[in-house]
């Protein structure tokens, strides 16, 4: 097994395209997941979980799974020993269900036995009486209050209005219309996987777990054990992807519960399924907009109500909902505006944080209505963006000003420059695989129309609202070989090469060793809403750039020349005037520094109650233009190509800002054409990778990217998140595509092939 | 649980003479996703893929046939020469999952599942398949229409192990189509096999997923032999239409979570007509 930190890695500098340490071993096969964490002496846990999205519990009677032979813990609600619910934001979630279940797959107990196979039959062996409830599986019911509260904070999770400008204003041109995103999963292909190790004293426990964010998990789990932070330490277990998916609390308590009460060591891992059930969703989200124009196609308002799905639990609809509902006017200047947004509480699947957060929701709708638009005026689609691009300094619907670099016409003009396919439906070599249908063999060329699509999006990155989520890291560099230690999530983004990148620039010494990713040092925040190379990227930066100075001083006393005139070229220290240098290693022998940072962005603020405040930290931009072949008879469809400019302040490492490119691409079209947790009253169709379909290598395009590098003078190195971006304006480019192609309105996502031909999605009753 | 791993036909039933119940396994594709669910719960396996009797297959140019032993897999038969003697049989192995699958997936498998998605079975259905069984008590074989007896429900009896299948090599055109949400590894929500016998004049037509088990479409092939011409290889658009009319109409779909009955039943209809174009390109 190979795991990646601790590796010694030597090349590459800032702007280099050096590959990542985790991806060979993980392409083997060899690379260890946290589900390959094992112990000796230890002991499996599972979960027994609500078959009923709406119930009161009766009675649950364990006595049955203990007598099973090999079970040696059964805990439900009354063994949980501190807080009895935990929360990212509000703390309304039980560690186990008491009275009440809330959705389907919500936890009720969890046992710990000798094998899988012990812990399953222990399951079985609990028996719980349920009184079922009718479950409230409409969000407007959760509304209009038609519905009594299923929980005590109430069915309506937070209610947030924008009021900007003149709300009464009319445009010339009025277009509107209702959009709807399907709930998509984060597929990650890792598994939940967590082992807990207890202290030998009994009094505290070591917490393996595959997670985006360690410290914020410490707190919850040292809340609900009830123990003080310094007796739950965590280190981050290999990740298989996050997407948003680990940022909540899944398998973390229930795992250290159960090591805790054997005094053994204690794994979890989920099954796919039971991973569908257990982490939350995207929002599905109604949204109606009403976008106003000057008749040659300048915005003049925006009008939505946008309605997100919070399913049982706050987790973060909340911040969702903000970026939602602040996020609806896209990267287009507008002077009015009138915003209405809800996150509200149903006994539908827990909902929270994936790629985009929000913004997704709100890009679908906006351009949607940007092409309406369009082809109310009778422009056309890519001039009517340029036409309404917003620059640096413009204002947004919440009152905050754009700071940062905002190269939105760049973005769409370089775009809309890039090459398009130069192949026929089916390609040159008439390829029956590059049909709609692919390996289906369904269709051939004369079936199939193209059409082409073009979306634009803005993105706020790090947190909002006042959260001060800054990152730690340290800096040590003793004999020449300079060690970081940090809590960052590496879950594949890639963070770990762009650090060793950094302090090789900054420092000039080959050899970076990347430390255990645990709690033994401060917070690095979550690796989420794109922000740790900014976040992370900027501790590393400043603890390097101290520890660079001290040894900026050493070599200025020991060689007498003034500290302010040295600099670090490749691996040598010089002097500005050029006459003196050093190398590095030279320079550092015998000399030791230790340094540890906290990096801090710029304060935001809350927003007020019609919206206005400076709420954002940062914003990106993106374009992308999809060419999709359809087969109308058949609702199939096949993405030839995707074409993208995306404004990255600065590309630290290209190539990881292309694997982020391609893979957010991957995931904006899976929600584009096939991604959706189909549910009906409040239970789960699809829980499986038979049912909930992600892109094979058949379905993606060709992705043509240019990086538009214009350096962010707020981001520490210039470099602005890359991540969330890709996966946004893809999915409305490809539904534009689509309905270019077919010459049909397409208003939800993803695209059924029964929306396409035009039947019903559902059968008549 | 024991694990029997034989390595002859006679060896393998014989164990299965002992355990007539026991789970057969070959590529385990099928079979160990229903084990990991914990929807079946072996007390015995016999692995059967060291049995070379049923690894491989052969072409009787007399009889004109070729018979495939049960531990064929799909990606075996996507290579020439058994991929040119039964090019829909080609077809329908490359749109089984994927490569992985493809290598390890048997058609011995995919008959033994019966399921009404399995995408070998429309092409061992049109070409009127016999399917081999053997046990201890001796041989027989039977045509797959009578093998399929419903969903997932097969005329295989305890003891009995499915040896191959013997399928004619047709003079005419042949080809599988298959409609899924996804461009590949994906369950059929709809597949038709169209084969065409340029000596006996006919063309067959066998529709899956939309019923409890491969469905025949006897009507449409009938109109399909009446109104083509195999001397220009023609048919008109009206009649290619006409076809899939009656291929939809003898589907009998239901409704679940992949698709509706409404959408199943439409989607027949467009591949048999286009089949039949393929079949017969010219107007
Ligand atoms: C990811 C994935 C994708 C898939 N995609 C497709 C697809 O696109 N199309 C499709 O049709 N199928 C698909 N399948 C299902 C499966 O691959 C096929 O049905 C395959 O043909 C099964 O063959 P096998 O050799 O793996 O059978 P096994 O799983 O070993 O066996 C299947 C059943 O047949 C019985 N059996 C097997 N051989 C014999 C024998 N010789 N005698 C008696 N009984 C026997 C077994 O006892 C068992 O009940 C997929 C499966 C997976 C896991």
């Not at chain 1, 925006?302 to 309605?307: G, K, L, P, S």
């Not at chain 1, 208003?747 to 009753?765: E, H, K, M, Q, Y």
Request: net charge negative; proline share 6%.
């Amino acid at each position: 097994m190979s795991s990646v930190t601790g590796e010694r890695i030597s090349v590459g500098r800032i702007g280099d395209s050096i590959s990542r340490p985790d991806g060979t071993p993980k392409v083997q096969g060899s690379y260890a997941f946290s589900s390959d964490l094992s112990a000796e002496n230890c002991l499996w846990g599972a979960t027994l979980r609500s078959p009923h999205p709406s119930a009161r519990i009766v009675s649950i009677d364990i006595s049955g799974a203990y007598r099973i032979a090999g079970v040696e813990a059964v805990i439900t609600a009354a063994d949980v020993p501190g807080s009895p619910t935990y929360g990212l934001i509000s703390s309304d979630q039980p560690v186990f269900a008491a009275d009440v279940v809330r959705y389907v797959g919500e936890p009720i107990a969890a046992v710990a036995a000798d094998h899988p196979e012990t812990c399953r039959r222990a399951l079985a062996a609990i028996v719980v009486v349920y009184e079922v409830l009718e479950p409230l599986v409409d969000p407007e019911r959760a509304i209009d209050g038609s519905h009594p509260d299923i929980h005590p904070d109430g069915n309506v999770i937070r209610r947030q209005r924008i009021v900007c400008g003149d709300p009464d204003i009319v445009g010339d041109v009025v277009v509107e219309d209702d959009y709807e995103i399907g709930m998509q999963d984060q597929a990650f292909l890792g598994l939940e996987a967590a082992m807990a190790l207890p202290d030998d004293d009994g009094g505290g426990v070591s917490l393996y777990v595959a997670t985006q964010w360690l410290h914020e998990d410490q707190k919850q789990i040292a809340a609900c054990l009830g123990v003080p932070l310094s007796k739950v330490r965590l280190t981050l277990g290999g990740v298989g992807g996050a997407f948003g998916a680990r940022e909540d609390i899944s398998l973390q308590v229930h795992t250290c519960l159960l090591a805790l009460r054997t005094g053994r060591p204690v794994r979890i891992h989920y099954s796919r399924e039971e991973s569908f059930l257990g982490h939350v969703h995207r929002h599905p989200v109604r949204i109606w907009m009403r976008h106003h124009a000057t008749s040659d196609g300048r915005l003049v308002k925006v009008e939505a109500r946008m309605v997100f799905d919070g399913g049982a639990y706050a987790s973060t609809s909340s911040a969702v909902l903000i970026n939602g509902v602040t996020h609806a006017q896209g990267p287009y200047r507008c002077d009015n505006a009138v915003v209405d947004g809800y996150a509200v509480r149903t006994n539908n699947l827990p909902c929270g944080a994936m790629r985009g957060f929000g913004v997704v929701q709100a890009c679908f709708a906006h351009e949607g209505q940007m092409d309406k638009l369009a082809a109310a005026c009778g422009i056309d689609p890519v001039e009517i963006r340029l036409l309404n691009a917003m620059v640096t300094g413009d204002k947004l619907i919440t009152g905050q000003i754009i700071e940062n670099v905002a190269p939105v016409a760049r973005c769409i003009r370089e775009t809309a420059a890039l090459p398009l396919p130069d192949e026929p439906v089916g390609g040159h070599d008439h390829d029956p695989m590059r049909l709609p249908g692919g390996a289906g063999r369904t269709a051939d060329s004369s079936h199939i129309v193209r059409g082409i699509g073009f979306a634009v999006a803005i993105k706020n990155l790090m947190y909002s609202e006042t959260f001060d989520d800054y990152s730690t890291a340290r800096c040590r560099l003793s004999d020449g070989v300079v060690t970081l230690k940090f809590a960052t999530s590496e879950v594949g983004q890639g963070f770990i090469t762009i650090a060793g990148q950094i302090a090789r620039s900054v420092l000039g010494f080959d050899t970076v060793v990347i430390d255990s990713i645990d709690t033994d040092v401060g917070s690095a925040g979550s690796t989420s809403a794109s922000r740790q190379t900014w976040m992370s990227g900027g501790a590393v930066n400043a603890a390097c750039i101290k520890v660079r100075d001290l040894l900026f001083a050493a070599v200025a006393v020991s060689h007498d020349v003034d500290p302010l005139s040295l600099a670090v070229d490749g691996g040598d220290i010089i002097a500005a005037a050029g006459v003196f240098r050093i190398s590095a290693l030279e320079a550092a022998s015998g000399l030791s520094f230790d340094e540890t940072v906290e990096y801090h962005h710029k304060p935001t603020e809350d927003l007020d109650e019609n919206g206005q405040g400076n709420c954002h930290t940062a914003f990106a931009f993106v374009a992308h233009r999809a060419v999709v072949d359809v087969d109308p008879e058949l609702g199939l469809v096949k993405v030839i190509q995707i074409a993208t400019a995306q404004d990255v302040g600065r590309a630290l490492n290209p190539l990881s800002v292309l694997g982020q490119i391609e893979g957010g691409i991957a995931q904006g079209l899976g929600l584009a054409v096939m991604e959706e947790i189909i549910m009906t009253n409040g239970h789960v169709r699809n829980p499986s990778f038979t049912d909930y379909l992600l892109p094979t290598f058949l379905d993606m395009p060709t992705v043509i990217a240019s990086l538009i590098e214009e350096p962010d003078p707020f981001a520490p190195l210039g470099a602005k998140g890359v991540g969330e971006p890709p996966t946004i304006s893809s999915t409305p480019a490809i539904v534009a595509a689509i309905r270019d192609a077919i010459g049909k309105p397409l208003n939800r996502v993803p695209v059924r092939p029964t929306d396409i031909i035009g039947l019903r999605a559902f059968p008549s009753i | 649980m024991s694990v029997i791993v034989p390595k002859s036909l006679s060896d393998a039933l014989a164990a299965l003479a002992d355990n007539p119940d026991a789970l057969v396994l070959a590529g385990g594709t099928d079979a160990m996703v229903e084990v990991n669910s914990g929807h079946r719960k072996p007390s015995h396996v016999i692995a059967i893929n060291r049995v070379s009797e049923l690894r491989s297959w052969t072409f009787d140019p007399v009889a004109a046939t070729v018979h495939i032993g049960s531990g064929v897999t799909y990606a075996e038969l996507m290579e020439s020469p058994v991929a040119q003697l039964l090019p829909a049989l080609a077809e329908a192995s490359r749109t089984v999952g994927s490569p992985q699958i493809r290598h390890t997936g048997t058609l011995g498998g995919n008959l033994g599942t019966c399921s009404p998605a399995g995408d070998g079975l429309p092409v061992v259905s049109a070409l009127d398949g016999m399917v081999h069984l053997a046990s201890v008590a001796g041989d027989r074989s039977l045509s797959v229409h009578e093998f399929m007896v419903g969903v997932k429900r097969t005329a295989r009896q305890p003891g009995e192990l499915i040896t191959g299948v013997t399928l004619p090599v047709l003079s005419g055109w042949q080809g599988y189509s298959k409609v899924g949400v996804r461009n590949a590894m994906v369950i059929a929500l709809a597949s038709t096999c169209l084969a065409t016998d340029l000596d006996s004049r006919n063309v067959r037509l066998a529709l899956g997923s939309v019923g409890p088990t491969i469905l025949r479409c006897v009507e449409a092939e009938a109109f399909a032999a009446a109104v083509v011409s195999f001397e220009s290889q023609s048919v008109s658009a009206s009649d290619a239409r006409r076809f899939g009319e009656l291929a939809a109409a003898a589907s009998r779909p239901i409704n679940d979570h992949r698709a509706t009955a409404e959408y199943r039943r439409h989607a027949i209809g467009v591949l048999a007509s286009r089949l039949l174009r393929r079949a017969f390109p010219n107007e």
